[in-house]
């Protein structure tokens, strides 16, 4: 099987390295297109193996699987320079653009027979990179076997999720933008510790550390945060302290109101 990523740039660029790490695919069988050499060259300097161009022409016609990773608003542009090449197909069709249908995929790959088009939404995050994704794929015309290949690429790239296609932008204000509201969080609890009494660096480590505990605490023992939270909260302790301070700046409305400001 070989695999073309169309415009690999941050997020094609992480799919690129993800896959290459992985075992589906040997790096000499994915082949990445950009605008510029530039960008090529640091695809090449995550793995020499990957073939590299700025022909999409020739990387549709070699792929079985094509994924399309360039900005949302080039999509169609991009799309219409190799539609003569993309059938007849047999090719899955596999856009990470945040907001293009399954519809206008479809459309745009083959206007005449856009029912004959087997597609798919695919929305990782940026963990892609460090095998660490959460991704949610949607899918038109595609068999089970197509959708578990398809599942089966991203899962080399962290957690996949197959949904309806309706909640694919709240799958992405939740992983997609969520890494960004995480973020936020431990920028904001390693300002708090450097003001109690760590440098910088050092606080920033405690929280990046205490963060991946939390996560995986939960994921390997399947419990409610509440749970995990009981077990360090003593009656008039200081931590149920700090929790109830943070819930009367608002911490949960705040994040919950953040998540459906992004729909
Ligand atoms: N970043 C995220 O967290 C994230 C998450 C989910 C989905 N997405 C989706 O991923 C897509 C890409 O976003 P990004 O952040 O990765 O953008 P990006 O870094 O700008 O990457 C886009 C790439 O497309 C290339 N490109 C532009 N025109 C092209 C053409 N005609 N042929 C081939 N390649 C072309 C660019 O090449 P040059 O570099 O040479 O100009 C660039 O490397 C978007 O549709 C976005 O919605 C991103």
Redesign the pocket.
Known sequence: MKIAI?????????IAAGLAKGKIVKSGNIIC????????DKIKAIDPGIAVT?D?IMAVKEADVVI?????W??E??IS?FREHAAPSGKIFV??????TLDQLCTWISPACPSEVCSFRA????AASVLASMTFIASANADAEQIRLVTDIFDEMGCTMYVEERLIPAG?ALA?CG?AFAMRYIRAASEGGVEIGFRPEEARKIVEYTVKGAAELLLANGGHPEEEIDKVTTAGGITIKGLNEMEHEGFTSAVIKGLKACL
């Open positions: 169309i415009g690999a740039g941050n997020m094609g660029g992480a297109t950009a605008r510029t050499q530039k960008t090529l700025t999409n399309l990773a360039v900005k949302p080039l999509m542009n991009v320079g856009s990470v653009a945040a907001g293009i929305i990782p995050n940026t992405t997609s890494i």
